[in-house]
């Protein structure tokens, strides 16, 4: 539902994409994000990154000290899908890898986020997707059944997690597919063709 991506940010930074390629592969790789999203601390993450590519200092701290650039805002395709669902009647559940520290400012910022009845975020978990005990945290919390809900995400790896937990799982590709997809399942009506 948002695009969030570094090289937003980084591309403001570096001269040539390759660089930004480099820098995001090499030092601050998805692994490292990862461990953010797992519970680290913002400030062991880019003391751990400075103490190894000191070279790279402004770079690494431009990281979370320039953190909101990394937004090219919400895809509204899918939050539009969010509304439908959320005009059902249907309640709303959220997984989400995310930072404890850096998700409150998502939330102030998107006020979809705010549809959900309640949101797992892994920071705060320290257990991201596709580690079960996130899932389990999930059901425990809500009371939700598996076999009567439907799991939604765009990775692979979370999608099989939660088949193998009895989700209803859909991978989603887009928007639109998002869409049929619900609609098979029932959770939302078929589009009213026109006149």
Same mark, same amino acid.
Do not use: F, S
């Given at each position: 539902m948002i695009d969030?991506?570094?090289r937003h940010l980084y591309r403001k930074i570096f001269a040539s994409e390759e660089e930004v390629d480099d820098f995001l592969s090499t030092v601050a790789t998805p692994e490292w994000h990862s461990e953010q999203d797992r519970g680290r601390t913002?400030? +062991?993450a880019t003391a751990l990154l400075l103490s190894q590519y000191p070279e790279y200092g402004a770079e690494i701290e431009a990281y979370y000290?320039?953190?909101?650039?990394m937004f090219g805002g919400p895809i509204e395709d899918s939050v539009c899908v969010l509304q439908e669902v959320r +005009?059902?009647?249907?309640p709303l559940y959220a997984i989400t890898n995310w930072s404890a520290e850096t998700f409150p400012r998502a939330r102030k910022r998107w006020d979809f986020l705010g549809w959900f009845d309640d949101i797992i975020i892994s920071g705060e978990e320290r257990a991201i997707k596709p580690d079960r005990a996130?899932?389990?945290?999930? *059901?425990e919390r809500t009371d939700l059944d598996p076999v009567?809900? *439907?799991f939604i995400d765009d990775r692979e790896p979370n999608?099989?997690?939660? +088949?193998?937990l009895g989700f209803i799982a859909v991978k989603f590709v887009d928007a639109e597919k998002l869409r049929e997809d619900l609609v098979r399942l029932g959770v939302l009506p078929p589009r009213r063709s026109m006149p």
């Open positions: 969030w991506d570094p913002m400030e +062991e000290g320039r953190w909101d650039e +005009e059902q009647g249907h996130i899932y389990d945290v999930l *059901v009567t809900t *439907v999608i099989r997690a939660a +088949e193998n």
